[in-house]
């Protein structure tokens, strides 16, 4: 008897996997009427109020640090300290996430800073498919020069 498969699995809707789950991309939904990007599906655009259509678009994976906080204390199992952000992405959109690959002391961290969307296993699912998150890192130094000031 053949052994199943393992899968990969987004742990959110709005995340794509290419490669494995080594690669993702978010994705939005925008209204064609009045170009006004969100997550997930909507009944109707808050800001025209027209009922659509929406369209699914790729979203950056890059963008700008717009604020952060530092978690000391959380759920039994997960690690502390981490960083909970909320990253602007350059289509309008802004999305909350972990702050990755910086250790969460303030004076690493800079509000506008230039962050990367990256994807990493965070676990197994009850049918022992790989559940793959995404998360944002700062971009390297040696990248930055391109990416400041205008994502």
């Known amino acids: 008897m053949p052994e199943p498969t393992k899968k990969i699995r987004p742990i959110v809707p709005f995340l794509r996997l290419e490669n494995d789950g080594r690669e993702g991309t978010l994705v939005g939904r925008r ?10 599906a909507r009944v109707a655009c808050a800001k025209c109020t027209e009922p659509g259509p929406f369209e ?5 994976r890059r963008g700008t640090l ?11 199992g997960i690690p502390t300290p981490y960083v909970a952000a909320i990253v602007d992405l350059p289509e309008g959109i802004s999305v909350r996430c972990n702050l990755v690959d910086v250790e969460p002391d303030p004076k690493k961290i800079r509000f506008g800073m230039p962050v990367e969307m990256i994807t990493r296993k965070v676990r197994e699912d009850k049918d022992g498919n ?7 890192r ?6 930055r020069s391109a990416t400041e000031g205008g994502a």
Request: aromatic share 20%.
């Open 31 to 40: 209204c064609k009427n009045c170009g006004a990007v969100y997550f997930g």
């Open 56 to 60: 699914e678009i790729p979203l950056s």
């Open 66 to 76: 717009w604020t952060y906080s530092i978690v000391h204390q959380s759920f039994p």
């Open 130 to 136: 790989d559940v793959i998150a995404f998360f944002f």
């Open 138 to 143: 700062p971009v390297p130094e040696t990248e």
